[in-house]
């Protein structure tokens, strides 16, 4: 099994930064994903940024120029970087990890979700 453990979030005023850290542990053989989502209440969740095990990386348009997204490859942890915040990127920020384990039966892929931050921008 994998275990995946999110951290930071909050509330911020506009133009503020926040840091989004996420870690897995567990059967892992190698990560081949990262990613943050965002979910508003009765909304699809929606893909803000993602980093592949090549290293290159996507945004979603509204965060270009804004949020990065990085990891540490030795502690299995990926962040993202927000500067710049404005109001509506005010949601709950789930982080995801596309990974293939080792089981008693071998290797498979499996797709595990951190538990949510809400992260709030708001004087």
């Known amino acids: 099994q994998v275990q995946v453990v999110e951290s930071g979030g909050g509330l911020v005023q506009p133009g503020g930064s926040l840091r989004l850290s996420c870690a897995a542990s567990g059967s892992i053989f190698s990560i081949n994903g990262m990613g943050w989502y965002r979910q508003a209440p009765g909304k699809q969740r929606d893909l803000v940024a993602a980093i592949f095990a090549s290293g290159s990386t996507t945004y979603a348009d509204s965060v270009k120029g804004r949020f990065t997204i990085s990891r540490d490859n030795a502690k299995n942890t990926v962040y993202l970087q927000m500067n710049s915040l404005k109001p509506e990127d005010t949601d709950v920020y789930y982080c995801?990890?596309?990974?293939?384990?080792?089981?008693?039966?071998?290797?498979?892929?499996?797709?595990?979700w951190g538990q949510g931050t809400q992260v709030t921008v708001s004087s």
């Open positions: 995801n990890f596309k990974v293939t384990m080792m089981t008693s039966v071998g290797r498979r892929l499996g797709d595990y």
